[in-house]
């Protein structure tokens, strides 16, 4: 089950039924099963605090994922900070939007076991956000020919 809730923000605009099946489908090209996951939104006081108080960083960022998978199935929560995403997308002139939705999926991508912090993982990383939200695109296209 993917379970959204908020801390301190208002719920983003998105399609909760849609991020699901895109999950699910996401986690299955890995070879993974989605088992529980929590998405947090929230503002960066928060995302400070909990960075704070669980990884010893004293900074901003746009998600923290706590894993709690096992084998194949995949569990964890994500916060994540629509401040940073915002200032993030206003950074690297994107849309909010697309920004919100490689975040949401950048966390699920370290649950399916990929990494961003070593040499060339950050272009791996990259490349599997760009595939999954090509893949976003097809399940929005396919939700609007049938409506």
Avoid at 80 to 93: A, M, Y
Avoid at 121 to 131: D, L, P, V, W
Avoid at 138 to 143: F, M, Q
């Amino acid at each position: 089950m993917i379970s959204f809730a908020t801390d301190n923000v208002k719920m983003p605009p998105i399609s909760r039924r849609l991020i699901r099946e895109w999950v699910r489908l996401v986690a299955e090209s890995y070879g993974r099963v989605e088992n529980g996951i929590g998405y947090l939104f929230c503002d960066d006081d928060r995302i400070l605090e909990v960075n704070r108080q669980f990884l010893g960083h004293d900074y901003y960022t746009d998600i923290i994922t706590f894993d709690y998978s096992s084998g194949r199935k995949i569990s964890g929560d994500l916060y994540i900070s629509l401040d940073t995403v915002r200032s993030n997308s206003e950074k690297f002139g994107t849309d909010y939007s697309e920004e919100l939705h490689r975040v949401i999926i950048h966390g699920v991508l370290h649950l399916c076991g990929i990494n961003d912090k070593g040499p060339g993982e950050r272009a791996k990383m990259e490349s599997a956000e760009n595939k999954a939200l090509e893949l976003l695109k097809k399940l929005v296209e396919n939700e609007n020919k049938e409506n």
